[in-house]
């Protein structure tokens, strides 16, 4: 016992000697796994720190639902067939044609998607009660045209029309066939409003 004890001072008084303290002695001799573990919860801390304002940035928040959630959260609501979604006044106005042989409009969050209205339509809209191609089949063509988001879709004069915003802001319009669901034609509109919601998605 005495031997380790003056081993322990001889070790004490060399890190003096070199400027060290005794609280140093400590944490090399007894302490050594605790600094790591110090420095590893640390680095995990950090990490965590570092981790979460990502996550938030990730998630969906403060966007624009997709206009593929639109639909199928219309669908939801009311079983049916869709033949329009618009972005349009800070939010979503998709027209449906129900399983209840009623015409619908729906009106769901710019953001969450969500449905946060929705009524009957009386207007006669019977020749636009389906087609071949879905509106979500015509927003991946339109997309495929034009890389950007898709503010609109709309089964109109015998085809879908979609207006896409580019990645650089620019609109553009996009036809696709009702039957094939190939794109036909797509050009810049060169009528864009600047007062319209829809231009400001991305």
Request: net charge negative; with cysteine; charged share 25%.
């Given at each position: 016992m005495k031997?380790?004890y003056v081993i322990?001072?001889?070790?004490?008084?060399?890190?003096l000697?070199?400027?060290g303290?005794?609280?140093?002695?400590?944490?090399?001799?007894?302490?050594?796994?605790?600094?790591?573990?110090s420095?590893a919860a640390?680095a995990?801390?950090?990490s965590?720190?570092?981790?979460?304002?990502a996550?938030n940035?990730?998630g969906?928040?403060?966007?624009?639902a997709?206009?593929?959630?639109?639909v199928?959260?219309?669908?939801?609501?009311?079983?049916g067939?869709?033949?329009?979604?618009?972005l349009d006044?800070?939010?979503?106005?998709?027209d449906?044609?129900?399983?209840?042989?009623?015409w619908?409009?729906?009106?769901?969050?710019?953001?969450t998607?969500?449905v946060?209205?929705?009524?009957?339509?009386?207007?006669?809209?019977?020749?636009?009660?389906?087609?071949?191609?879905?509106?979500?089949?015509?927003?991946a063509a339109?997309?495929?045209?034009?890389?950007g988001?898709?503010?609109?879709?709309?089964?109109?004069?015998?085809?879908?029309?979609?207006?896409v915003?580019?990645?650089?802001?620019?609109?553009?319009e996009?036809y696709?066939?009702?039957t094939?669901?190939?794109?036909?034609?797509?050009?810049?509109?060169r009528?864009?409003?600047?007062?319209?919601?829809?231009?400001?998605?991305?």
């Open positions: 031997r380790n322990a001072c001889i070790a004490a008084a060399a890190v000697a070199a400027g303290t005794a609280t140093g002695v400590a944490l090399a001799d007894g302490g050594g796994s605790g600094t790591g573990s420095g640390t995990t801390t950090a965590a720190r570092t981790g979460t304002p996550a940035t990730s969906s928040g403060g966007g624009v997709t206009i593929d959630r639109v199928h959260a219309a669908q939801a609501s009311e079983p067939t869709v033949t329009s979604a618009e006044h800070g939010r979503w106005e998709v449906l044609y129900g399983k209840d042989k009623v619908h409009e729906i009106h769901l969050d710019r953001g998607g969500k946060i209205a929705s009524r009957t339509d009386g207007g006669d809209q019977d020749d636009r009660k389906g087609a071949p191609v879905t509106a979500t089949r015509a927003a339109a997309r495929g045209a034009v890389a988001t898709v503010t609109s879709v709309e089964l109109d004069n015998g085809r879908w029309e979609a207006e915003t580019a990645h650089n802001g620019a609109r553009h996009v696709i066939d009702l094939t669901g190939k794109v036909t034609s797509e050009h810049l509109n009528h864009q409003h600047d007062g319209d919601d829809d231009g400001d998605d991305d």
